[in-house]
């Protein structure tokens, strides 16, 4: 999970950006004295953004400034916890055959990652020359 900005603060009614990455994973073993490789493919992210407001399930791990495709706006002060949840699909090889699917779809959730969101007054100044 990547927040933008990554001080762990947000300002009031500014877009935090939420990404992540897309990368397969992928495990070995050996069972019977057979090679077994699975693979783990992200397929949808759902973030809980701590205020009783989600983003997702998407199929879109977000990305950074400039080109931030996933926000969230919190609209008021104080502390959140945000966490990720992530939906995997699975392959699985023995012996090098043909990777085979595994059924069904398994999830994981991040440990939650605190947010404390700032409110701010607009105040206008005069130039300094």
Do not use: C, K
Not at 90 to 99: D, N, R
Request: a negative charge; charged letters at 10%; zero cysteines.
């Amino acid at each position: 999970m990547n927040l933008q900005p990554g001080t762990g603060e947000a300002l009031l009614n500014v877009p935090l950006i939420l990404t992540t990455t897309n990368e397969t994973v992928t495990r070995g073993t050996t069972v019977l004295g057979f090679p077994v490789t699975i693979r783990a493919t992200p397929t949808s992210w759902t973030w809980t953004l701590g205020d009783g407001s989600t983003v997702g399930p998407t199929a879109d791990p977000g990305r950074a400034y400039p080109h931030q495709t996933l926000t969230h706006t919190y609209t008021t002060p104080g502390d959140h916890a945000i966490t990720l949840t992530t939906t995997w699909t699975g392959e699985y090889t023995i012996a090098g055959l043909p990777y085979r699917p595994i059924e069904g779809t398994a999830t994981t959730t991040s440990p939650a990652v605190g947010v404390h969101v700032l409110s701010g007054d607009n105040v206008l100044v005069a130039p300094t020359r």
